[in-house]
């Protein structure tokens, strides 16, 4: 099975042997990511196939019915809501953990622009459809999911106007609260349960993002993510702290059946993939096996060693 570097490899290498044609200034068939100097820097690209993967009508809500999208500004929530925001436990990461982990969303600024790309779009996509909930995964697994979940929500949480909830979904190896260097003994896999409200398992950074973390793994994935208490659960988090996108860090596709099990539970997947782990004929299986029970917002490969000049992190 071919894996996507050497395709992308092989492409490249045709397009410069063919003489006289000029190489277009951005090819949208081939995803942003980090130069060759940067293979090492997350490489969270644009979702690249936003474009070409037609959206379906977002899929009948499961459970309890949800609140309608509001794009408040976070200054004029009701007081409540601010409150339930404010009694959260405040969490600020070390930034040495952040930069040694790849989270360049979360001091900003010029070297997490990428990152900010990405979550324009995705914003853009979303709110199109009115859609709130993304759920990140991949065919296999240190594809990079954590790490894009953590950069989105960080460049997330530099919106005022944005509340953002990421939730550790993968919950037979969960990895949120190690990347963040969250210490409590949070476990979200309780609230998805219906056993325990959201503000115990929850940690927040700034005025409006939050973290739902697992300290250790879950037993019973498979039974929470089919649970009939998963629906309520979110739909009242959504509700409590007027939420504007939840984002949901799943376990990768081959290993479990989770990621189809909470399908219908989100508005859309997020699919990465490893350009050197990652085989084409995998991600083309998830891809279709994920269109078949949800909208496919995009593909973002990561981890990949050859771009055009002039994207991503070689803009800069
Ligand atoms: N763009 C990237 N370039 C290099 N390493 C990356 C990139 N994205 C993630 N990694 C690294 O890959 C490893 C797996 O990432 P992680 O986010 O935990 O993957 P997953 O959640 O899909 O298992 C981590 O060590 C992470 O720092
Ligand atoms: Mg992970």
């Not at 070297?111 to 459809?129: H, S």
């Given at each position: 099975?071919?894996?996507?570097?050497?395709?992308?490899?092989?492409?490249?290498?045709?397009?410069?042997g063919?003489?006289?044609?000029?190489?277009?200034?951005h090819?949208?068939?081939?995803?942003?990511?980090?130069?060759?100097?940067?293979?090492d820097a997350?490489a969270?690209?644009?979702?690249?196939?936003?474009?070409?993967?037609?959206?379906?009508?977002?899929?009948?809500?499961?459970?309890?019915?949800?609140?309608a999208?509001?794009?408040?500004?976070?200054?004029?929530?009701?007081?409540e809501?601010?409150?339930?925001?404010?009694?959260?436990?405040?969490?600020?990461?070390?930034?040495?953990?952040?930069?040694?982990?790849?989270?360049?969303?979360?001091?900003?600024?010029?070297?997490?622009?990428?990152?900010?790309?990405?979550?324009?779009?995705?914003?853009?996509?979303?709110?199109?459809?009115?859609?709130?909930?993304?759920?990140?995964?991949?065919?296999?697994?240190?594809?990079?999911?954590?790490?894009?979940?953590?950069?989105?929500?960080?460049?997330?949480?530099?919106?005022?106007?944005?509340?953002?909830?990421?939730?550790?979904?993968?919950?037979?190896?969960?990895g949120?609260?190690?990347?963040?260097?969250?210490?409590?003994?949070?476990?979200?896999?309780?609230?998805?349960?219906?056993?325990?409200?959201?503000?115990?398992?929850?940690?927040?950074?700034?005025?409006?993002l939050?973290?739902?973390?697992?300290?250790?793994?879950?037993?019973n994935?498979?039974?929470?993510?089919?649970?009939?208490?998963?629906?309520?659960?979110l739909?009242?988090?959504?509700?409590?702290?007027?939420?504007?996108?939840?984002?949901?860090?799943?376990?990768?596709?081959?290993?479990?059946?989770?990621?189809?099990?909470?399908?219908?539970?989100?508005?859309?997947?997020?699919?990465?993939?490893?350009?050197?782990?990652?085989?084409?004929?995998?991600?083309?299986?998830?891809?279709?096996?994920?269109?078949?029970?949800?909208?496919?917002?995009?593909?973002?490969?990561?981890?990949?060693?050859?771009?055009?000049?002039?994207?991503?992190?070689?803009?800069?």
């Amino acid at each position: 099975m071919e894996r996507i570097q050497m395709a992308l490899e092989k492409a490249r290498a045709k397009r410069t042997g063919s003489a006289g044609t000029k190489p277009a200034a951005h090819d949208p068939a081939e995803p942003a990511g980090p130069t060759a100097a940067n293979a090492d820097a997350p490489a969270p690209a644009a979702p690249s196939q936003t474009a070409a993967t037609p959206a379906r009508t977002p899929p009948a809500p499961p459970d309890a019915p949800r609140p309608a999208a509001s794009s408040a500004n976070v200054a004029e929530i009701a007081p409540e809501i601010r409150a339930r925001w404010e009694a959260l436990p405040a969490f600020t990461p070390k930034p040495a953990l952040m930069a040694s982990n790849r989270i360049i969303g979360y001091a900003g600024g010029r070297d997490a622009g990428p990152v900010d790309m990405m979550r324009t779009r995705i914003l853009q996509e979303m709110r199109k459809n009115g859609w709130r909930r993304l759920a990140v995964t991949s065919p296999n697994p240190g594809c990079g999911k954590t790490t894009t979940c953590l950069n989105l929500a960080f460049s997330l949480g530099r919106q005022a106007n944005q509340r953002t909830v990421l939730a550790d979904l993968d919950m037979r190896r969960p990895g949120l609260a190690r990347m963040l260097g969250l210490q409590p003994p949070h476990r979200f896999a309780q609230v998805i349960a219906g056993k325990a409200p959201a503000r115990d398992h929850m940690a927040r950074y700034g005025t409006n993002l939050a973290f739902g973390t697992l300290d250790a793994p879950a037993r019973n994935p498979a039974e929470l993510l089919q649970g009939a208490e998963i629906g309520p659960a979110l739909a009242q988090i959504e509700t409590d702290y007027a939420v504007t996108m939840m984002v949901f860090d799943m376990p990768p596709m081959m290993m479990s059946d989770d990621m189809m099990a909470f399908a219908p539970h989100v508005d859309c997947v997020l699919l990465l993939a490893g350009a050197e782990t990652t085989a084409l004929d995998d991600l083309d299986r998830c891809e279709r096996e994920l269109a078949g029970v949800t909208n496919v917002l995009g593909v973002v490969l990561n981890k990949c060693r050859y771009m055009e000049p002039g994207y991503g992190y070689g803009y800069y």
